[in-house]
């Protein structure tokens, strides 16, 4: 599957002592789950070691209703890149962007 990694303002890229797991490098700013594009890397404030994208089509469970805490319906809108899962983020759930270093 290919990833939209998307670009950023270079003076938003921590220095190379930030650097996380993996070669990728964390973009400070956060903004809500509904502005990321599709296939864009992003983690979450509680997991700055998993990584996810968001998926352009994103998966009802019809028998799960919609998600309890936002009333979307589309359940499943991301996918964890390290176990390949799909995974639900509210909309107005806060991400961090992260972009791919050198």
Known sequence: MKINIGSFPAQTILKKGGMGRAGWRSVPERMKFERIKPGVLFRTPWHKDRLFF????????????????????????????????????????????VKVGQ
Do not use: M, Y
Request: hydrophobic share 35%; aromatic share 6%.
């Open 54 to 97: 968001k998926v352009p089509d994103p998966q009802p469970w019809p028998e799960l209703g919609p998600c309890s805490a936002c009333g979307t319906i589309a359940v499943w809108n991301a996918r964890a890149v390290d176990g390949d899962h799909l995974v639900h983020f509210c909309r107005d759930e806060e991400v961090i962007p």
